[in-house]
């Protein structure tokens, strides 16, 4: 019973909280787009089609698990005598709960990739992103929901009406538009060396997010930041460490590690590489506190122009006794569209 209270409350927490987080993705390098929009079109083919697909919290909350999905196009363009544009699109669903709290976003990316110099096997970018969208949230009708002030420890569960169901108009669905931007720097030493470091700042109108007509909550903005690398260890072995930095309102996340990529074949026409990674996701929780959030395993296999990743999460945190250490499991699939360039400048492998 304790531990059913224990978790109750924390699905009443969590809940508060929701609106003033973003999805995010362990596999956050297999999203370019969700990460920053700068990342539009930086790919060495011409043409990138990706789906990510994640599921949170199954063995705790079964059918409410939190359900992430993602698909985005990107392409780039060639322009002046070294420099590209990027254009592409996502679109992204999340439902979290039992409260069925819902978003649907579809966003427009643009970004400018500006040669700084060096040549194919030594070359420097600076670009700059942005994207422009909109979002429809929706949740469960107000009297179908369950609030901290009918909690009753008593009995491990909701009793009586929330005064929130008496606390000004309230609507089960609402619209917004949502304004970001990005920058990156990337570098590439030669085809398989290579590193990168960016940031971007969501929502940066800060939109309203009340389910209430007479109430203002805003969207707080997110601060991101990224970096990697592609190292070569020999002619069969890679290593890409890489992390990114998360900072939403008083939400606060970090996620760090690092990949060991082997070649299984290369040639002009095969390329076969398999991965496997370890990462930390550290968060701060309610009190502000930092925790190690879970521990991830990744693993990605590439086969020429596509690439399938699969990520488990196993929980860390206080919620571990009763989750039995299931966190989440991400799906990811990446495909490229590759046709002859006039110029043949490597991108990194993201």
């Given at each position: 019973?304790?531990?059913?209270i224990?978790?109750?409350?924390?699905?009443?927490?969590?809940?508060?909280?929701?609106?003033?987080?973003?999805?995010?993705?362990?596999?956050?390098?297999?999203?370019?787009?969700?990460?920053?929009?700068?990342?539009?079109?930086?790919?060495?083919?011409?043409q990138?089609?990706?789906?990510?697909?994640?599921?949170?919290?199954?063995?705790?909350?079964?059918?409410?698990?939190?359900?992430?999905?993602?698909?985005?196009?990107?392409?780039?363009?060639?322009?002046?005598?070294?420099?590209?544009?990027?254009?592409?699109?996502?679109?992204?669903?999340?439902?979290?709960?039992?409260?069925?709290?819902?978003?649907?976003?579809?966003?427009?990316?643009?970004?400018?990739?500006?040669?700084?110099?060096?040549?194919?096997d030594?070359?420097?970018?600076?670009?700059?992103?942005?994207?422009?969208?909109?979002?429809?949230?929706?949740?469960?009708?107000?009297f179908?929901?369950?609030?901290?002030?009918?909690?009753?420890?008593?009995?491990?569960?909701?009793?009586?009406?929330?005064?929130?169901?008496?606390?000004?108009?309230?609507?089960?669905?609402?619209?917004?538009?949502?304004?970001?931007?990005?920058?990156?720097?990337?570098?590439?030493?030669?085809?398989?060396?290579?590193?990168?470091?960016?940031?971007?700042?969501?929502?940066?109108?800060?939109?309203?997010?009340?389910?209430?007509?007479?109430?203002?909550?805003?969207?707080?903005?997110?601060?991101?930041?990224?970096?990697?690398?592609?190292?070569?260890?020999?002619?069969?072995?890679?290593?890409?460490?890489?992390?990114?930095?998360?900072?939403?309102?008083?939400?606060?996340?970090?996620?760090?590690g690092?990949?060991?990529?082997?070649?299984?074949?290369?040639?002009?026409?095969?390329?076969?590489?398999?991965q496997?990674?370890?990462?930390m996701?550290?968060?701060?929780?309610?009190?502000?506190?930092?925790?190690?959030?879970?521990?991830?395993i990744?693993?990605?296999f590439?086969?020429?122009q596509?690439?399938?990743?699969?990520?488990?999460?196993?929980?860390?945190?206080?919620?571990?006794?009763?989750?039995?250490?299931?966190?989440?499991?991400?799906?990811?699939?990446?495909?490229?569209?590759?046709?002859?360039?006039?110029?043949?400048?490597?991108?990194?492998?993201?």
């Open positions: 019973m304790k531990i059913r224990a978790l109750f409350s924390l699905i009443l927490t969590v809940g508060s909280l929701v609106q003033a987080q973003d999805i995010h993705f362990s596999q956050f390098y297999m999203s370019p787009l969700n990460l920053n929009p700068a990342m539009t079109g930086i790919m060495n083919c011409n990138r089609l990706v789906a990510n697909f994640r599921n949170q919290w199954a063995s705790v909350l079964r059918s409410n698990a939190y359900n992430t999905f993602s698909a985005s196009y990107d392409q780039k363009i060639e322009f002046a005598r070294s420099d590209y544009f990027g254009v592409g699109g996502t679109l992204w669903g999340d439902v979290a709960g039992s409260s069925k709290f819902s978003t649907l976003a579809a966003t427009l990316s643009g970004s400018y990739s500006k040669y700084l110099g060096g040549g194919r030594n070359s420097n970018y600076l670009v700059l992103g942005a994207q422009v969208g909109i979002r429809q949230r929706s949740i469960k009708p107000l179908e929901l369950f609030f901290g002030d009918q909690f009753d420890p008593s009995i491990g569960g909701p009793s009586g009406t929330s005064i929130e169901n008496n606390n000004g108009t309230f609507g089960n669905n609402y619209s917004f538009m949502d304004v970001n931007a990005g920058l990156l720097y990337f570098r590439v030493f030669n085809e398989t060396n290579s590193l990168w470091i960016g940031g971007a700042i969501n929502h940066l109108n800060k939109p309203n997010q009340s389910f209430y007509d007479d109430q203002f909550f805003e969207l707080s903005t997110r601060y991101t930041v990224h970096g990697g690398a592609e190292i070569t260890l020999n002619t069969r072995y890679d290593v890409l460490p890489g992390f990114v930095v998360l900072s939403q309102g008083e939400a606060f996340q970090v996620n760090s690092a990949s060991v990529r082997m070649i299984l074949s290369k040639s002009r026409w095969d390329y076969q590489a398999a496997i990674g370890v990462w996701r550290i968060a701060n929780s309610v009190d502000n506190s930092l925790l190690s959030d879970a521990l991830i990744s693993t990605k590439d086969y020429d596509f690439g399938i990743g699969f990520s488990y999460d196993v929980n860390l945190s206080s919620l571990r006794p009763a989750s039995n250490g299931n966190g989440a499991f991400e799906f990811s699939l990446i495909y490229n569209i590759c046709r002859q360039e006039r110029r043949n400048v490597y991108c990194p492998k993201f």
